[in-house]
């Protein structure tokens, strides 16, 4: 469901919850639990966000859709029916 994160990018964002950590609550954390915050993150907060952004991107296809179908409905020709003989 989540796409991976390279072991670079899980790096990056447990550097970034340890300096967050440090700078708002004045604690210096350590890289074991800042891993631990991180796959609390990522398993239980993170399917959140996915979600909704699984749902926004379901109504914007769903616009661009209406959008096309009122797009291909404009170039149809009108036929004028011939009377009969």
């Given at each position: 469901?989540l796409?991976?994160?390279s072991?670079e990018?899980?790096?990056i964002?447990?550097?970034k919850?340890?300096?967050y950590f440090m700078?708002e609550r004045?604690e210096?954390?350590g890289e074991?639990a ?6 609390f993150?990522?398993e ?9 952004g ?14 096309l179908?009122e797009d291909i409905r ?7 029916r011939?009377s009969?003989?």
């Open positions: 469901m796409a991976l994160l072991k990018q899980k790096q964002i447990i550097g919850i340890q300096e700078e004045g210096e954390m074991l800042a891993e631990n915050i991180y796959q993150m990522k239980d907060i993170a399917p959140y966000f996915y979600n909704e699984i749902h926004d991107a379901r109504l914007m296809a769903e616009q661009k859709m209406d959008s179908d404009s170039l149809e020709k009108q036929v004028h011939s009969s003989r």
